[in-house]
């Protein structure tokens, strides 16, 4: 008889059973991280219909390019309540609401936001050398934030205010995003810490004691020598905007882009 052999393909998607088994361990309340949020197959439909977007919709920033779905926010207000576009919706949201907090808490990570899900996704593009400065997202959103990465790696960097209210430039704690990764932060890390990417080509000095989520990560060994060049990757944020105008799509489509 033949032997059989038995090939196993890579894992394409790997939820956790509730998000309390991908809470990152040292970070103060909380974030989570999933590595295979995402197939690479979704993450190259995702990429494609971000890059075939109408030009008009890409606003570009000095070193980097951002879309804003379903509109821009005017005055902390979400001026369009249509709905996003089928290829944000799925499979990243209801993948998102699937996942429990906890074993005893059947209750979704938006549970407790005003629309129960989010409402608004904003798609950041950096290539290498390009990053985003420390700051907080304030006060337009629900305090939960999802950021799928997609197309390359790089570190997100937290930091703290001095008491004197000015940025501690070193950062405390450093996130590693993998492509197709899903990371949550919410609570205090919203509210009381800045983050932010450094414009660098590599992320260096990567390991288990520097990174907060390296026991998370798909593929730690890819990073054995704390070394990672970065390649251009694309962020979708995902949050739910609090106030949404009455106008709804009307107001919209004035500020609406194509
Ligand atoms: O791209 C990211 O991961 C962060 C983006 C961000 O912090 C923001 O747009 O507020
Ligand atoms: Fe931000």
Redesign the pocket.
Known sequence: MEPTTTTFPPPLVRLPGSLEECRIPTLPSAAYYIADFISEEEEKLILEKVERAPKARWRQLTHRR?QTWPSDLVRNTLVDSSPLPEWLEQPVIPRLLSIPLSKTDADNIFACSPHGRPNHV?I?E?PPNTG?MP?K?GGAYHPV?C?V?LGSS?C?NLHKSKEDGALDPEPVWRIL?EPRSL?ITTAELYTDYL???EPVAADVDLSGETIANWSLLRSPSTYRDGHHTRQT?T?L?YRDVLKVSKLGSKLGSVFKRP
Do not use: P
């Open positions: 951002l904003l950041n950096y985003i700051h997202d934030v950021t990465s790089l997100l995003q990371l983050h932010g990417i990757r962020s944020t």
